[in-house]
């Protein structure tokens, strides 16, 4: 399925079933049908959403969907998407929604009184609302039109895919978690102590933290909240830095004219009710993602450690490879695990030479005896 810049989608299933219908009548062969790009295949992998199907050419692998976005869509300056939460930016006003405000506001035609607002604020919001009032179409008054409006500016603020990735990052960089106990619940999660009055910085939480921070929330001891700033940036300026990166996105400046209060506060309102709650899930989902991937990190150290790990404990060892015609491969190393010597011996067929060998073996036991 593809979706066009004006919104409408084109779907591909009929071309998909007649390519499956010739592959099964004889005339295609697999290698015609699956022949996907390394680097689409990549992006399956690794960006992909699994469907439940069967693959209907091998009947095994299982079949995933991948959005991808191309031409105008693209970030600017030509830079490739590399998250999936990029991905979701772009994707997100294409995607289909639930009958929200903002969609009843556009039936009502008031998505020109949204755009009138925004692009030229030098009139007064509820007189050029009037102009918009309809009773056939539920808009009974100014303040009922300037409503809806707002509604379609906060979910126009909160779709633009690189505002989004920006204040994400922001948000990442500078906010901090903060934990506080339930009230009645000191007692019974007192293995949560430490957390009880916890905050540190999003970007230096370790993963053993994160996941003991959100298994208090699960057993609902703890209460968690992201805060986009730091607690003394917070007592100067507040959340201003995100509100003001929204509103220089949109070219909302206060210079004195009717509008500009107005569009500062769709600004606040569409950071406060959407974007910074939506930011705030993405992000809960970034910390468990690390602490998952810290996790397995440590595992893996851990079982690597284990698996070359001497068999025997912390002694000397001799190993022997046996071998014909090429000989038995003898090495010897120390407690430590470093190589003492290694040698080659014969005591086999064709070259039988087994005294030789006795002595080679003796002299290794011998450099084993300090160890």
């Known amino acids: 399925m593809q979706t066009s810049p004006a919104g409408g989608q084109v ?31 990549r992006c399956a992998r690794n960006l992909g959403d699994a469907t439940g199907e069967n693959c209907p050419i091998c009947e095994d692998a299982v079949l995933v969907d991948v959005t991808f976005v191309f031409g105008a ?28 405000k903002a969609t009843i506001a556009r ?15 030098s009139q007064a919001p509820p007189a050029r609302a009037e102009k918009f009032v309809d009773e056939a179409k539920g808009i009974r008054t100014p303040e009922e039109a300037l409503e809806g409006a707002r ?12 505002l989004i990735g920006f204040l994400r990052e922001s948000f990442w960089s500078r906010g901090r978690i903060v934990s506080k106990v339930r009230d009645g619940k000191a007692q019974e999660g007192a293995k ?38 730091s607690a003394a940036q917070a007592e100067i300026e507040g959340e201003a830095a995100y509100e003001r990166a929204i509103a220089a996105s949109f070219g909302v ?73 090429t000989g038995v491969k003898v090495a010897v190393v120390d407690a430590t695990g470093k190589v003492v010597d290694t040698t080659v011996i014969y005591p086999h067929e064709p070259q039988r030479r087994w005294d030789e060998a006795l002595m080679a073996l003796g002299r290794l036991i011998y450099l084993l005896m300090p160890y």
């Open 11 to 41: 779907e591909y299933a009929l071309a998909r079933n007649a390519v499956v219908r010739e592959y099964r009548r004889g005339r295609l062969s697999r290698l015609d049908v699956c022949d996907a790009h390394p680097e689409l295949v």
């Open 73 to 100: 869509r693209l970030p600017s300056g030509g830079r490739c998407v590399a998250t999936k939460a990029e991905l979701e930016d772009l994707y997100l006003p294409f995607k289909p929604k639930r009958r929200s």
């Open 107 to 121: 039936e009502a035609g008031l998505g020109p009184l949204a755009s009138a607002l925004l692009a030229d604020p």
């Open 151 to 162: 509604a379609i500016l906060v979910e126009q603020f909160s779709e633009k895919a690189e």
């Open 192 to 229: 949560f102590s430490d957390y009880f009055d916890f905050f540190e910085p999003l970007a230096k939480l370790p993963s053993h933290r994160i996941l003991a921070l959100f298994r208090g929330e699960k057993e609902e001891i703890l209460d968690l909240a992201l805060e986009p700033e």
């Open 253 to 325: 400046m206060d210079r004195g004219r009717p509008g500009d209060k107005w569009l500062a506060d769709c600004v606040r309102w569409a950071w406060r009710t959407r974007i910074k709650i939506s930011l705030s899930v993405d992000l809960r989902a970034r910390l468990w993602q690390n602490a998952e991937d810290q996790g397995v990190k440590v595992f893996a150290g851990n079982l690597r450690d284990l698996l070359l790990a001497a068999p025997a404990g912390p002694r000397a060892t001799m190993g022997l490879d046996p071998g014909f015609r």
